[in-house]
């Protein structure tokens, strides 16, 4: 790119807006200033970007003039109030909250998926950032829907402690060690014990008996495949790991594909890795995942149940593809073709 941006990231000092950081300098994002924002209880806080140390600064409604593009991770709440007025300075929004989702005017964009939806961004200027456990989900189904249909996906997952925050990655940390040591462990961020354990239950509980999470994937899905004819139905459950999301996908297809062309198809796909040889114990784990900014995928085969049947298995890093490396990817798509 010839061009250079001046780039705001908000909730700089949280898990997603560190690694958000990171991205930029990773993936060589021409930025020309770079501003982090963060509450007032971070004010003094330095962060390292290409060898310099930048300084926190206050989030506020100003924080945005001049700016070109600003990341956002700073909660729904914040953006909710925040991101309009960034929109209202001539400031882009990559928003990686909930809280622009689902409205109409607001692209949800997975770039391997559906890039062409980010020149809708100039409606609200604002772009949402896609749940984590969709985006891993959609980057391996996109290309099996755009070949054969899918009628039905039935997904069950099992997420990381990071996706609720470093809070919830020292929980798990500190109960472990508590419980190996034999010692009285302390419950804060989740409503059980979450060392050696599993949780069915990730956001609060809804009226239909499903949670919101899972009900992110069944709306946020049908948006990026912009296909609401598509039935899902989702099970989210948080387990003891730190990072990498995981999920049992089972598909059934609008016209037959067998697994060999379901490999050969993902094998070509942008982003998605294909590791399915269970003869030498090759699938995908978290432990692989981590760090990574590919889709992982394995155990691929036929639902024998029914007549166009596949299941899969799907692993992807959720503090990096599932939230800062996608959103990043997104200012992208918008430096290159739009700004």
Request: proline share 5%; with cysteine.
């Amino acid at each position: 790119m010839s061009k250079s941006f001046s780039v705001a990231v908000a909730g700089a000092t949280g898990a997603v807006g560190n690694q958000m950081i990171k991205c930029l300098e990773e993936r060589e994002f021409p930025v020309k200033s770079l501003k982090l924002l963060a509450s007032r209880r971070s004010i003094g806080r330095k962060i390292s970007f290409r060898g310099e140390l930048t300084e926190v600064e206050v989030l506020e409604e100003s924080s945005f003039k001049g700016i070109d593009i600003a990341l956002f991770s700073a909660g729904g709440d914040t953006s909710r109030r925040f991101a309009p007025y960034a929109a209202a300075d001539g400031c882009v929004v990559v928003d990686n909250s909930s809280a622009w989702r689902m409205d109409p005017e607001v692209p949800l964009v997975v770039p391997e998926v559906n890039p062409h939806s980010v020149a809708r961004y100039t409606n609200k200027g604002i772009i949402a950032n896609p749940n984590c456990s969709t985006i891993q989900m959609v980057v391996v189904l996109g290309p099996i829907h755009k070949r054969v249909g899918i009628r039905r996906i039935v997904v069950s997952t099992y997420q990381a402690v990071s996706g609720t925050g470093k809070k919830a990655i020292d929980e798990l940390l500190d109960q472990t060690r508590a419980m190996i040591n034999f010692l009285e462990y302390q419950v804060r961020v989740y409503p059980h014990r979450i060392a050696f354990n599993c949780l069915p239950h990730i956001d609060a509980f809804l009226e239909n008996g499903y949670t919101k999470e899972e009900m992110k994937m069944v709306n946020e899905t049908r948006k990026i495949l912009e296909d609401p004819s598509i039935g899902i139905t989702a099970t989210t459950v948080r387990v003891p790991i730190f990072f990498g999301h995981s999920e049992s996908v089972n598909i059934e297809t609008k016209e037959h594909i067998s697994p060999e062309e379901v490999r050969m198809l993902l094998d070509k796909a942008p982003g998605v890795k294909v590791m399915d040889d269970p003869k030498n114990n090759l699938y995908p784990m978290p432990l692989q995942a981590a760090g990574k900014d590919e889709t992982f995928v394995g155990r691929i085969r036929a639902d024998e149940s029914i007549q166009n049947g596949i299941n899969l298995w799907i692993v992807a890093d959720n503090v990096r593809k599932g939230a800062a490396t996608n959103a990043v990817q997104i200012a992208e798509i918008l430096a290159r073709d739009y700004l």
